[in-house]
């Protein structure tokens, strides 16, 4: 059974930063994509960025650019999103998910998602 757990969230003065994780099991993780999404209320679900096998290649959508850092650890199946210079339109539950599926060169998630985690940026 995969299961993908997020840690990390919480409540954070504008610029401050969080380091987010996402635990793995139940999979080779090595052989799959892990991407961070986040979802604000009222509004659907967003990419943030995702790092392919080996950690070296990652993508990041424009608002997390420059702030935002995904890295991997292969030997502890865990992801890390490490969020900085936080603004209050961040707020959102930030979920991980995990996908070995590919089309048109882009990963395609959809199949293994955690329960997600709080991150709230006051102002």
């Known amino acids: 059974q995969v299961q993908l757990i997020e840690s990390g969230g919480g409540l954070v003065q504008a610029g401050g930063s969080l380091r987010l994780s996402c635990a793995a099991s139940g999979l080779t993780f090595s052989s799959y994509v892990v991407g961070w999404f986040r979802q604000a209320p009222g509004k659907e679900r967003e990419f943030v960025a995702h790092v392919r096998w080996g950690g070296g290649s990652t993508s990041y959508a424009d608002s997390a650019k420059g702030r935002f850092t995904i890295s991997r650890d292969n030997a502890k199946n865990t992801v890390y999103l490490q969020m900085n210079s936080l603004k209050p339109e961040d707020t959102a539950v930030y979920y991980c998910?995990?996908?070995?599926?590919?089309?048109?060169?882009?990963?395609?998630?959809?199949?293994?998602w955690g329960q997600g985690t709080q991150v709230t940026v006051s102002s």
């Open positions: 998910a995990a996908t070995a599926r590919w089309a048109y060169g882009r990963p395609v998630f959809g199949d293994y």
